[in-house]
């Protein structure tokens, strides 16, 4: 699956900070569809390597309805990297608005936790290439950073 995408409402029941969900809980949806969609793409169980760049727009209130979106970029011989969006508006209607965006990367394993071979996937229309580009840049600087 090359990409998929997660509805659902944010929970009334949470703890809210200031009147909305916290940042670890959107990046936890955001992980949530990434591994979605890495491990459907390798047919199996994979590990997260790398979550980060999150950069949040505007919050997410309780009762608010959530859409989550994670996108393959690109893929290397184990792994799978991805962008993913976050998206939320009111229930009653209207336009979803961005609320926050990362990238992430997983690498497909075995039974024993040792990397896989996943089918390769390479971006062809301008605007997958320049996502991809955008997600191997932003993940191979914060590599060098560490």
């Not at 949470?14 to 949806?29: H, N």
């Not at 491990?39 to 309780?62: E, I, N, T």
């Not at 799978?80 to 336009?95: D, F, H, I, T, Y």
Request: glycine share 8%; proline share 6%; charged share 20%.
């Amino acid at each position: 699956m090359q990409s998929i995408t997660l509805r659902f409402l944010a929970s009334q029941n949470a703890l809210p900070q200031a009147g909305r969900m916290s940042g670890g809980t959107v990046l936890r949806w955001a992980d949530d569809a990434a591994f979605a969609c890495a491990s459907a793409w390798a047919q199996g169980p994979c590990v997260a390597d790398f979550v980060g760049g999150a950069l949040f727009m505007q919050p997410v209130r309780p009762g608010d309805l959530v859409e989550v979106q994670a996108r393959l970029a690109y893929t290397t011989d184990t792994g799978m990297k991805l962008a993913v969006e976050v998206r939320s508006g009111p229930l009653q209607g209207g336009p979803l608005q961005e609320v926050m965006h990362c990238v992430a990367a997983y690498t497909a394993v075995d039974a024993g936790e040792q990397p896989r071979a996943v089918e390769k996937w390479l971006p062809e229309t301008p605007g997958d290439i320049a996502l991809a580009q955008r997600v191997k840049a932003h993940i191979e600087a914060a590599r060098a950073a560490q």
